[in-house]
């Protein structure tokens, strides 16, 4: 068995889609509908989104559970190694917060498939569904988690109640921000979507999150991109 990759999240209109995908020719056969076992053998090693590790978990656990003779491994590299890994090999299948770019595509050096053969990419996840409203200045994102232990899901249930998540404050200079949040106590705290400590490339602009909580508050400094700044993010391969 070579199941590929599991792809991408691109941000769709208010909510986020996950990609599940492979190569055509390691596809395998269609399942037959009864309770026989599948009699699938072998290992595939997977990694990429953090933000998927809840799902893919789940998702390992029951393909596991019906095909005993399958181990699968998923390690939450983030979205931009788990392409690169697929892409050299290293890893059977990735799970990414975007689809492969067509001049990706065009290239074919997909090392994980058989020579030749094209890619298969099918949304299958949904992310938190947000509504935002501008209040003056002030952005303002009702969120609801569509992910069963998801990183919203898992906050209302530990603290028993719906509530405001975090803060996130536009700043001029990330840098300088940091070092001045820094001096006055602050420590950085793990981006839980990307498994990042301080500044690092966002679809909207370069984030940080600081530890020290205001009233368990999170709290995000954001620098937005300038328009070149963006122009250069979308032809990164994303976070």
């Known amino acids: 068995m070579n199941l590929t990759r599991i792809g991408s999240l691109t941000a ?88 492969f770019k067509l001049d990706e595509l065009a290239d074919n050096t997909f090392a994980a498939c058989e020579a030749g053969t094209p890619i298969i990419e099918i949304p299958n996840y949904i992310s938190p569904i947000a509504i935002i409203f501008n209040l003056g200045g002030i952005e303002y994102k009702l969120c609801q988690s569509m992910e069963e232990g998801g990183r919203f899901d898992a906050w209302i249930k530990e603290r028993g109640a719906e509530g405001l998540h975090h803060i ?38 370069y984030v940080a999150f600081l530890d020290n909580d205001a009233g368990g508050i999170e709290i995000e400094f954001m620098q937005v991109y300038t328009p070149e700044e963006l122009e250069k993010y979308n032809a990164y391969k994303g976070i």
Do not use: M
């Open 12 to 99: 769709v209109a208010l909510a986020g889609a996950l990609v599940l995908s492979s190569c055509a020719a390691n596809e395998p056969s269609a399942p037959t509908g009864d309770d026989t076992p599948s009699g699938l053998t072998g290992t595939l090693i997977g990694g990429g989104a953090s933000s998927q590790a809840s799902a893919q978990d789940a998702w390992i656990a029951e393909f596991q559970n019906a095909n005993n003779g399958v181990t699968i491994e998923y390690e939450p590299t983030g979205s931009g190694t788990g392409r690169d890994n697929f892409i050299a090999g290293a890893n059977a299948y990735t799970g990414s917060d975007r689809a």
């Open 168 to 205: 996130c404050y536009e700043v001029e200079n990330i840098d300088q921000a940091l070092d001045h949040a820094k001096s006055q106590g602050a420590e950085l705290r793990i981006c839980k979507a990307c498994g990042v400590y301080g500044s690092h490339p966002h679809p909207e602009g």
